[in-house]
């Protein structure tokens, strides 16, 4: 992954973060969370569906849903660094043409994306100050499959996040992470008109994958 336009947001998720993320993608494949995320949809079938992946990192997403049977899709993201490496992945696996890339802020941006089968944001909410925002814009994006990924919101990640973003303002870097309530999270998603499908718990993060609701 990597976040929407956040102040310092280019500074965090640089060209050394980016390719550090992509090595281990080419060597491990996607993260255990992320896995959990493309496995939970894939359960859910993905054959000739789109694909949105706001903040679309290296592109694991994109190709691990593609190559079993996706259609198309588009990737927005903030970071350069990010952006150039999946581009590059997806070439080397015959891609191209079939994933679009917007640059920059989704929330910004939404007006012109346009809607698809299956929106993901993995590890974007955590980096995002206006949460509510982001989901109310993202959730109307997406006809059928909606999953994210954040931490947990518990007193320890609190704590952590604290701790780092105070390290970060140290060196005056602008850009800042949250632990966001997922109790609200869950209600602007099911208000939206989705019902839990599959949730996924590590000690740390939590992967989410609502199913819109029909009737």
């Known amino acids: 992954m990597s976040c929407c336009a956040a102040p310092g947001c280019e500074r965090t998720f640089d060209k050394k973060h980016a390719a550090h993320e992509f090595r281990n993608y080419q060597k491990n494949g996607p993260i255990p969370t992320t896995k959990a995320l493309i496995h939970s949809i894939k359960g859910a079938g993905v054959r000739d569906d789109t694909l949105l992946d706001i903040g679309g990192g290296v592109g694991a997403i994109q190709i691990e849903l593609l190559k079993s049977g996706a259609r198309s899709a588009v990737s927005v993201d903030a970071s350069a660094a990010f952006e150039a490496l999946a581009r590059a992945e997806a070439g ?18 939404a007006d012109r ?51 780092q973003n105070f ?10 992470s949250f632990v966001h309530s997922v ?8 208000a939206a008109g989705f019902r839990l499908r599959q949730r996924v718990r590590t000690f740390v993060w939590e992967v989410s994958v609502w199913e819109r609701s029909v009737g």
Not at 183 to 190: I, N, S
């Open 92 to 109: 080397r696996e015959g891609l191209t043409g079939r994933i679009k890339y917007e640059s920059g802020d989704f929330v910004e941006l």
């Open 183 to 190: 109790e609200t999270m869950d209600a602007l998603v099911g």
């Open 113 to 163: 994306i346009e809607p698809a089968d299956i929106v993901t944001l993995d590890r974007v909410v955590c980096c995002y100050p206006n949460m509510e925002s982001l989901i109310r814009l993202s959730t109307q994006r997406s006809r059928r499959i909606y999953g994210l990924v954040y931490p947990r919101d518990r007193r320890l990640n609190r704590v952590f996040i604290r701790v």
């Open 167 to 176: 390290f970060r303002g140290l060196f005056r870097n602008p850009f800042r």
